[in-house]
């Protein structure tokens, strides 16, 4: 036996079998891959935030000193100024480096082997990876027609083994939101329901409040999409105290960096001029809707995130995508069979959005044309 058989087979057998999140191509790639100057290109594939983070947000990562000192571990900072942006107890936010990390915490705080994960898809798709790097049984309980959760097919698919219940809200990548009374009901069967709420601050709607009555549910949130700051790192979760006490346990000791934590500071001290952006792309949402609407290849779903999913009925997603591309414009597109023909759109400053739908119009002319 060679060395490199001799290590494969000290890997866990099932981790063969996983299939990675697949996350997107860094810009500098996609240009070269089409032959596009990075400058030229419009990247909207995956809800990054266009304007970037506030300009508060870089003055205080120059003027900080102290990079070399590692971060508090337990971000007692960050927890009291949480609090005081959500309104929930600081000894009930765990912090993590992304949302990410929190659903990896969260997973191998609950699962044992053969223990159950719910999700509906289609949904975010890394809900599924962590799942089974616990050697967790995921299962799905697909959305209905109009992406709406399927409530009694979820109670129906709760038992003794399942742990979590996974909601995004909105839901990524179709765009629509829980409602309280379906919530409710999921809570009711006592497993713990975890609602992601990563896009909350562009639907204006949260199910937090309701943390004070279940404690069964956890709301997480992060800082990459809203407040522009993806590549440094912050999410959090809101869980009962006493899952806090025992999530600290699982995390690595210095998890969140000190320059996600001066970026998070800045961005609450800067967040007028932060929700008036979100405020701004939550118009521009609704004008790229409108013209996508006017696209007779195109069918756009209502979104209350900073994105748009739409289906493609005519010409075929693998030409749409060839010729966006061909444009320097990148955009989601999944694999998934509840996706099928399906691209995702991310809401751009308002000329990305007008260059995106004149490309868009004449592509569908193109279309008409053959």
Known sequence: MDNE???????RPDIWDIDPYAAVEPVERLAARVGVPVEQVIKLDANENPYGCSPEVQRALASFSRYHIYPDPLCSEM??????????????????SGSDEIIDILMRLFLRPGDKVIVCPP??????????????ELVRVPRQGDYGIDVDGVVQ????????????????????TIGEHELRVMLETGVAVVVDEAYAEFSGKTVLPLTDEHDNLIVL????????????????????????????????????????????KASLEDIENLIDRVNTIRGERERLYNGLKELDYLLPHPSEANFILCRVVRGGLGRVRQALEGRGIFVRYYSDPLLD????????????????LERLREIGSALTDE
């Open 221 to 264: 949130r992060t800082f990459s999409k809203w407040a522009g700051l993806a590549g440094l790192r912050f999410g959090y979760g809101i869980l009962p105290m006493v899952l806090v006490q025992q999530a600290i346990k699982m995390k690595p000791p210095y998890n969140v960096n000190l320059a996600a934590q001066i970026a998070v």
């Open 157 to 176: 698919a709760v038992d003794g083994a399942t742990k979590l219940i996974f909601i995004a809200s909105p839901n990524n990548p179709t765009g629509n």
């Open 5 to 11: 058989s001799r290590i494969r087979g000290l890997i």
């Open 123 to 136: 949904t975010f798709g890394y809900y599924q990876s962590s799942a089974a790097f616990c050697a967790a």
């Open 341 to 356: 023909g399906c691209l995702r759109i991310s809401v751009g400053t308002p000329d990305q959005n007008a260059v995106v």
């Open 79 to 96: 927890q009291e100024i949480l609090q005081r942006y959500t309104g929930a107890a600081a000894d009930r936010i765990l912090i993590g």
